[in-house]
């Protein structure tokens, strides 16, 4: 099953965005002990590039991803690191060239319908509607009646509280980012959130 199937299977991804390496190292096994697959660290989380070739080798059972790409040399050394899918809060054409040479699978971030087309056009296998923050689900609603063939996994203004709304809404997954994995959280508190979500996830079935 390649990675892009496996995405809209399991509908969740964990997103570690810390400023401490050795805690994102740490939250990624939390996560990973939980049972969620997909693993998203963040480039501007100190050492990412280095804690990406590790998650890879230490967790065989997870798919480690790099995420906030915004140039051709960001795509370039996170696909060297071993990243198995690449997420950007744009669309940068060259990542999505790179990640198809590759076989990679892409999250391009984009917000108006033209954006959208535009980068489901060029390649990107899901749309990050970004910044959804204060329009949430019923804008992906909106976006489903002229795009049925996009797939969307939105990340900003998703919470526990709503995650079954933007499955109502027609997303193919979401993203999880400080409600699974806190500077404040303990390693406990993120195994915590974990499980809560994937309880969520998986009773929608």
Do not use: W
């Amino acid at each position: 099953m390649s990675v892009k199937d496996r995405i809209i299977e399991e509908k969740v991804i964990g997103i570690i965005r810390l400023g401490d390496a050795d805690k994102a190292h740490r939250a990624a096994h939390a996560l990973a002990k939980t049972g969620m697959t997909f693993i998203e660290i963040t480039l501007n989380t100190p050492s990412a590039l280095s804690l990406i070739q590790s998650l890879v080798s230490e967790l065989p059972n997870c798919i480690i991803g790099a995420g906030t790409i915004k140039s051709e040399t960001d795509t370039s050394n996170a696909l060297e690191a071993g990243a198995q899918f690449l997420v950007s809060p744009i669309a940068p054409p060259e990542m999505m060239e790179l990640a198809q040479l590759h076989n990679v699978a892409t999250i391009a971030g984009a917000l108006t319908p033209t954006e959208i087309y535009a980068a489901y056009l060029q390649g990107a296998n899901f749309i990050k509607p970004f910044p959804l923050a204060g329009i949430g689900p019923p804008y992906i609603r909106a976006l489903k009646g002229p795009f049925p063939e996009i797939n969307f996994i939105p990340t900003n203004g998703v919470t526990l509280d709503n995650i079954k709304q933007f499955f109502d809404a027609g997303v193919s997954a979401v993203g999880l980012g400080s409600v699974l994995v806190s500077a404040k959280d303990t390693e406990a508190a993120i195994e915590e959130n974990a499980a809560r979500a994937l309880e969520i996830i998986r009773s929608i079935g």
